[in-house]
């Protein structure tokens, strides 16, 4: 696939990606973003998101960014990004429903072939990956480079996760070679936390617990926890990573609570268990080591649940 061949004849363009962006959904929407204003001047291009994180203020682009669509307005093209169902582009439905073709660039194994052109590869390690096989490699510039290069490393844990192929090191490579600043974007846009985020990470380390043997651990963070530091669900993404490196553990589980016995879900495993088929059986999806999902019940009550799926996936290998 190439992306600008697909979107020949189309004048008016919207990109957007998933509900509360994270650093492969921002990087690829801003990568497209930069490379069409780039070689495809004659496009009118808007990126539509849900406000990411300040830490990717970096990012050309970031300042265009639309947090709303504009009433009546119609696409040749929209472009979904980072995103495997159509639910999950909520805020900019819309536009999606009014375009005259839409596509769908995806790295998820839930993804369920939503839009009209669907270019998904659940083996690739990010959306910025596949995002980045769909352009003329002489036609990316440092601006789309710390794009791509930001979305990989957030989505492979800086390299570490199994979804780490050649071929994204081989990318990532081609990047740094782009003049990049490639130590700066990973410390101050994965590493870096506040004092408070610290501090909520630590309430939340001290108050885990361990079941299943010593295998699986959970937290949780309650709306009370959140307003008491002042923190959204955006501020709270390094603490599932943190339980995930527990040692013998396989599996993770961290539950921050949305509104009154609602819970935003994240799961993370690291050998065994495909966390993201306990996700799909809750509405949720993702990919094999993590994914994550949105529940209505008590902590424990949820916990339980997927503790229940867990062993099934354990009892099944021992069959």
């Known amino acids: 696939m190439n992306v600008i061949e697909e979107l020949k004849g189309a004048h008016i363009v919207g990109i957007t990606g998933h509900i509360r962006p994270d650093g492969d959904c921002t990087g690829s929407t801003l990568a497209l973003y930069n490379y069409l204003k780039k070689n495809a001047p004659d496009m009118d291009v808007s990126v539509y998101l849900e406000q990411p994180g300040i830490e990717f203020s970096y990012l050309s682009g970031y300042s265009d960014i639309k947090n709303a669509l504009e009433n009546g307005r119609e696409f040749d093209a929209f472009v979904v990004l980072d995103c495997s169902s159509i639910d999950r582009i909520e805020p900019f439905a819309a536009g999606f429903d009014s375009a005259r073709k839409t596509i769908c660039i995806d790295h998820h194994i839930s993804n369920n072939s939503f839009a009209d052109v669907n270019y998904v590869e659940p083996q690739s390690s990010s959306a910025c990956e596949v995002l980045y ?47 990049i600043d490639y130590s ?51 501020e709270l993404g390094g603490i599932i990573e943190q339980l995930r490196l527990t040692d013998g553990v396989e599996v993770a589980i961290f539950l921050y609570e949305t509104d009154k016995d609602e819970y935003k879900v994240s799961l993370r495993s690291k050998k ?48």
């Open 184 to 234: 700066d974007i990973i410390d101050n846009s994965f590493y870096k936390k506040s004092y408070i985020q610290n501090q909520i990470l630590g309430r939340a380390l001290l108050e885990s617990v361990l079941f299943y043997d010593g295998r699986c651990i959970f937290s949780s963070v309650s709306i009370e926890e959140m307003n008491f530091y002042g923190v959204t669900g955006k």
């Open 272 to 319: 065994m268990i495909d966390v993201a088929r306990i996700a799909t059986a809750f509405g949720g999806g993702g990919h094999v080591r993590a994914a994550g999902f949105s529940a209505k019940g008590n902590v424990h009550s949820i916990v339980n649940k997927i503790g229940e799926m867990i062993e099934q996936q354990y009892n099944e290998d021992n069959a």
């Open 133 to 179: 096989t769909t352009f003329d490699e002489d036609k990316v510039d440092k601006n789309v480079a710390e794009c791509i290069y930001t979305g990989i490393i957030h989505d492979t844990g800086v390299f570490k996760y199994s979804c780490t192929s050649r071929r994204t090191m081989d990318i990532a490579g081609k990047m740094m070679e782009m003049g």
